[in-house]
């Protein structure tokens, strides 16, 4: 928390190069470097960024995570899928609460759910989704449970 002074190597991809948090946007996998230094610290870290190009994913299986926490600080603050560009055409994704009642439906791949239903945040706890798509021209289908966390 000491440092004043980013840099990130390459800069190609990189919004501003002396930001400490930039938007990263590589054209190919890029691994990036980024040196942090102040007046009593000095330091550096790494992260990889792969890019994929959709056409080559497996649309066989739907990544979805087991738990989020719908709470408003900008982390995990909405449940979806993860790999969307991996979808050829959903049908839908909805998810249920423990009595059935459908608490959020989309037909978007990109669209996620905020943990609320008709305005009201839900109660923490366990539902469940199904999400419904096409791969390869085969209709698949996608069941599981996630943790509202709060």
């Keep these: 928390t000491c440092a004043t002074d980013f840099q990130w190597i390459p800069f190609t991809g990189v ?18 470097h980024l040196d942090m230094a102040g ?32 709470n408003d600080d900008g982390l995990n603050d909405f449940y979806g899928i ?31 759910w905020d943990g609320s239903f008709q305005g009201a945040a839900v109660n923490p706890g366990v539902l469940l989704y199904r999400v419904r798509h096409v791969c390869e021209g085969e209709e698949l289908v996608a069941v599981g449970s996630l943790s509202v966390i709060r």
């Design 15 to 32: 919004s501003d190069e002396f930001a400490p948090e930039p938007t990263l946007s590589p054209e190919e996998t890029t691994t990036y």
């Design 39 to 70: 007046s009593n610290c000095q330091s550096s870290d790494s992260i990889t960024i792969t890019v994929l190009d959709p056409d080559q994913l497996d649309c066989s299986t739907v990544f979805l995570p087991k738990a989020f926490t719908p």
């Design 82 to 112: 993860s790999n969307p560009n991996a979808i050829d055409d959903l049908i839908s994704f909805e998810i249920y609460d423990r009595w059935g009642s459908r608490v959020f439906a989309t037909d978007n791949p990109c669209e996620g």
